[in-house]
């Protein structure tokens, strides 16, 4: 199944110069797939006819040549490219792809993900670099498909393991400097901006930039082309004929590509499930407009996320209109903002943008605050506001608060919790997507199917995305008529592999998610959150006892100390038990001179294990502490 059937589409072609890739044999229904020799040589002599299409740069197809005259039954198979996704499917969060081709290899994104809900502790999630590092010789670079958290949040990560040059639009590269700067390596990293219909060389392949539309600016895809073929990367995209910045998705590239012939496409999948089209951004600027307007006399505070900069100028043009000021609050907005500020891609009037410390000075009905939190994260802004806890800011009846973002999947109770206690605190919440108070970044049905249709792959892999929207752009990609056989849903860590001819699943590498704790990276494995997990549902309790190692004697204790075990206060004799069972496995094993520590512990830990989960069916962990003395 993974196999294409059309192994020798070139056969008994006449001799001349041929493409590896060709589009027309993807339109074919698999019905006819076994009868397709006749209709190949049709195609080969058409194609034989036409002119060359003409090189635009030497990059493009390195390794066209002349069909070789031996080995007459095998189709022209080029080195290998491999694909491997180490991050990006079967999920939303942390994309990063890797291009291998002989001996050349790089990157496209590096992103984070959120942690799950039984992360505990856990800050952030990236994908496992190990492949990557042990590869490292043949890593010639990074590109970067726009400037969001799950396409860059994981770069300084991998940056401290492989220093390679990073290459991305201005604003992408812009934000990537804030990060390498928290980080403290911006100085020994390599950024490039690149401009769309740019070409940046990996070895023996090469990146096209394409610009996209997006819900930041400066996004593109990227048009690989190797050995094999050109595959076309789309990031995040959608079709937006009125962006409010930047120019409108490169359609005419993307098409022009397909004329030509595409091997393979990777298209993001968030929105595969949704028909139809993503309404322009422009859309939300006239619900912002209405909003306000029949704001008199309110404060307004919107939600959204922090890398929409887009939004955020429709904002700030909307208070405009009505003579309000802005106020920021979120450390992510804040850096965000200031680096779309200093590169041009927003546009505020000069004395708009008052400090949030000072906004005690300003009358609540001239006031816009613009927030982070729209997911409900507990650690945000806005929740922190709904709690009563925000420095600043505290939630009054005369507050119209604007969530302009729709839940991502999984964030819908984190939302709802943040909306009910707006509401208990009187304010005016308006959360709802049938507001159109958000457009989606991402492309719906129509928009996949337009980048199919144009494109016009041999081969179609569904990225960014779970199962759900990667199987549902599948079916797209059916009703388009890419044949079943080569259309590929995979997974991370799987390498996909082709000569241009054929693409198969030809094997796995180590990918997974490494968690990432505070600073440290990585130190969070299983056994961590196990124990966290163990610590938040039955709490902790230690026994601590002093020994004399010479002779085997108790110098003090046991003590038991215990910490978010229920039980404890109430039951100062469940204390005094387990105290008077300790006591007495001790003295049964102690003896003088003892070196075995561990099993006296795990006889501690069994015996009283077994005690506590007797009197109260709860297992706390039970963790001895023994001082030699
Ligand atoms: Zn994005
Ligand atoms: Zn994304």
Redesign the pocket.
Known sequence: MLKNNNQNPQEQKPKEKIRPAKPQQNRRPAKQQPRQTAAKQEQGAARAKKPQPKRKNENQQPRQTAKAPVANTKAKRSAPLRIIPLGGLNEIGK?MYLYECSNDMFIVDCGLAFPDDDMLGVDLVIPDFTYVVKNKDKLRGIVLTHG?E??IGGLAYLLKKVNVPVYGTRLTLGLVEGKLREHGILNQCTLKVIQPRQTVKMGCMCVEFIRVNHSIPDACAFAIHTPAGVVIHTG?FKVDYTPIEGGIIDLARFGELGNKGVLALLSESTNAERPGYTMSERRVGATFRNFFANAEGKRIIVATFSSNIHRIQQIIDSAAIHGRKVAVSGRSMINVLQTAIDLNYIRVPKGMLVDIDKIGKIPPEELVIVTTGSQGEPMSALSRMASNEHRQVTITPQDLIIISANPIPGNEKLVGRVVNELMKAGANVIYEAMYDVHVSGHACQDELKMMISLTRPKFFIPI?GEYKHMFKHKELALQLNIPEENIFIADNGNVLETDGVDMKLSGQVTAGRVLIDGLGVGDVGSVVLRDRKHLAQDGLIIVVAAINKATGKIMSGPDIVSRGFVYVRESEELMDESRALMLSVMEKNLTPNIREWGTLKNLMKDALGSFIFSKTRRSPMILPIIMEL
């Open positions: 994309n969001h799950d396409h995040d960014h």
